[in-house]
């Protein structure tokens, strides 16, 4: 098994990326007022991305998901990136 490094801890022998949150204020406001919290992650690809939440509540809900599909390992890391879970329920 092939090891990549992140920002993590182990966990069965590689490595376990964490999301966390962007920017240096967390959440953004706009001039508006809007806020806005934008979490980073590394996909099944261990490619960097972003998601932005309208609440801590939802952004923190998402990254234990995300923890939790990224410990059962990358094809349901994938499934879960991709909602294909979600979209595989609407199919008649």
């Given amino acids: 098994m092939r090891t990549w490094r992140v920002d993590g801890f182990l966990h069965g022998g590689r490595e376990v990326a964490r999301p966390w949150p962007k920017r240096s204020a967390w959440p953004y406001v706009t001039k508006s007022g809007r806020r806005s919290y934008v979490v980073g ?3 099944h690809d261990k490619r ?3 998601r932005s939440f309208p609440s801590v509540r939802h952004a923190r809900a998402w990254m234990n998901d995300y923890i939790t599909a990224e410990r059962r390992g990358r094809d349901s890391l994938r499934r ?3 909602d294909l ?3 595989g329920g609407q199919r008649s």
């Fill in 41 to 43: 992650f590394y996909d």
């Fill in 48 to 50: 960097e991305r972003s």
């Fill in 80 to 82: 879960f990136l991709l």
């Fill in 85 to 87: 879970d979600a979209k």
